[in-house]
């Protein structure tokens, strides 16, 4: 599928070997016409710091509430402000995050500011939430530590303009402001989130070849499905023993199944998205392995004790005399 | 009868010399198979493994035809990845007086490409590629021999291939030389900042983040590191504080794990043979660019006295575990659990794998949930104690400590109830059977299927 995508043969279907420099005129043009588009967008939105620089015409001074914001920006650039209440940020009434979150109150440096990963983090659970620390020890995080403070964030969130992607890279890539765009919904099911995938395979590729940013995704997605499988098995044992044990009996396996779902899963999901081999692993798939076999072994305890106490519990075997 | 003897000298050598070349064939033949390593007939790999092993499966790209200079690959690629392009740039490679082109790395067949494997980067750097080699002769802990590691892993091999492809991301750090100099900029500065290391040296079993900057190396880097010069050598003088690389990597030399006497913690080892005590002069030598060698030798025996009282700790419970095993008090046994599903002589004769040296390393899934405790006793807290005494950093200790005396008071509670569970079946001559609970479900059962 995606292993056919090649811009410099997709867009007309130019022979890349025969005629080279047609090739890189494409190419060009082709960056060209991304950027071009870019800046009649923040032209005619006003969004961006670099609009006002193209249309000669300073935003205005001052302190603004976020109703001041959305006021001005529902006329300048709608499409905006329409993406950010289609996101988690903006959905619900009041907003969970919204403008001056973000952006702070004035003009000045708003759009820098909120390109740097810490007004996420501050909000996202600090630096060591699962969310934070499975991005913060991806490669990706690593080399932004290192590497920040000499950026340029004055630079839109598109055609690898950083070296590695930040929060906002990918999840509001080219300003996109519907964060909830490159973002599963529901940890357990894949159907309608194929878009999800979409959307962020072509962030990735940016910077990485398309077929390894394919076989990347299908890999995650396995590895995910493989996750829901644990929790699946574990699911239907605990139904089961619902209906043989109290609600006093299961608690500490009810507890140990709600972590499961809510952080181990989660684990695997956010190592596969933050291409964080530990989160994948050692906080995901033997974490859920631990979860399963304690699981099993909590129901396994309630049985034995109800065969011991209960002369008449129809499961029972012989003494294997092991 | 003076003869027989001389001649039936000739039946264990002829055998010796039928067996030793049957061996050889055997195990070229069993690392022949559609996966890699040991075990290579009993798995297929997943098409991403083409990045993390590429000397064993790497495909190139069939969508695009032709041979391409390096100055074309740039041009295209500044379109289709133009991260990548913006990486070479800033790169020496792009800056040399004869510049090293995508097509120098990869090839410049599009239908025929490679990923660059460490012999394709020792090219030109010899120096570091031999010494990165030369690691394999040091044995495990390695870098070098990171993937052999991971491949012949039993419990890679048992597992379903996309659940473990993490395993081989890390340890991909013997097939490729971007782990520490990522691409496509592979700037050597980078590799010296300990942030470089931590993608992989981080998470339970080996802390090394963690342990490391809470120490006052570690709060030295932390608050000063910024402002040092990263382009100077890993030499005495050149840095306030150490980082992993300065120990590790000292002068440079790529041996990164020539050094290692406690074997990642993660069995018991003698650490004053000669050998380790070689090493220790090496460890007291490092130390000595800004410690006292006597001060320095003390450190590291109080390294080897957390290790002994660590080992008493798990040592412990793993006779309490090998006990119930005697009694046949694991609850399931392991006849009575989901075999794992390489282990054909677990088929036959099924056995609870307690200890290092009976394939722990697998105790953390199909197993009871004591022995899942003592796993994580021995594999978590033992190994997060040891890196923080490795790393000067003695809360961890404290904390790994603590929560090996925790594991073991919980272990020997648990062995109390399995014991009473099953002396009262014994009694009553019924129990519970494990097998619906422990042998059916969605995983368990395709995990039997797909490895």
Redesign the interface.
Known sequence: ML???????ASDGLS??KN?SA??A???L??AGVNAVFMLLVFFTGAGGTAWAAGDDQPPAGEFSNGDCIRCHRKTSPDLIDAWQQSAHGKSKPAVANCVTCHGNTHQGATKKARRNSVCIDCHGGEKDPVVHSYA???HG??L??EQ?EWDWSQPLE??NY?APGCAYCHLHQGNHNVSAGVRQDIMHTTKQEDVAEVMRAVC????????VT??F??GE??L??GR??V??AA??LQQARTEFSPEELTATEQRFNKMRSHHLKNVLL?VGHQ???Y???????AL??D???I??????L??????TDKT?D??????G? | MKHKPVRYVWVPIVIALLAIPAGFVYVNWSKSGSGAGLYSRQWLPQAVFAYWDPDDFYDSVQTMKGTFKGKECVACHEGVTPGIVKDWRASRHSQAGKKVYCSDCHGNDHQNLHLPTPDVCGGCHATQHGQFQDEKRYGFPSHALAMERALDAKHFVDKPKAEVTACLQCHSVATKCDSCHTRHRFNAAEARRPEGCITCHSGPPHPDDETYFASKHGQLYLKEGQDWDWSKPLQKGNYKAPTCAYCHMRNGKHQVADKSIWKFGIRQVNPLTSNNEVKRDQWVKVCSDCHEADWSRQRLAELDKERKQAWQKLYAAERVLKDLRADGMLYPAAEERPPYPNDWMGRYLPYERIGFFEGQASAFFNVSPIERDYFEMWYFDNLGAYKGAAHADPAFVAKGHAAMERKLTAIRRAANVLRTLGEEEKAIGRRAAPQELWLKGEYTEYNREHN
């Open positions: 292993d056919g995508y090649d811009p410099c043969v890349r070997g080279l090739a890189r494409m190419s060009i082709q960056r020890t991806s490669k690593i080399i530590r290192l403070k055609q690898a070296r590729q940016d910077c990485h070849a398309p077929r390894y076989r990347l299908e890999n396995a590895m499905n493989i499988m644990k699946r098995e239907g044992l190592g964080s081999p530990d994948q692993w050692w906080h995901g798939h033997p392995d631990g399963l076999l304690r099993k072994g909590g129901i396994g305890e049985k034995r004790l109800r065969v011991i519990a499961e029972v075997v012989r003494q294997t092991r």
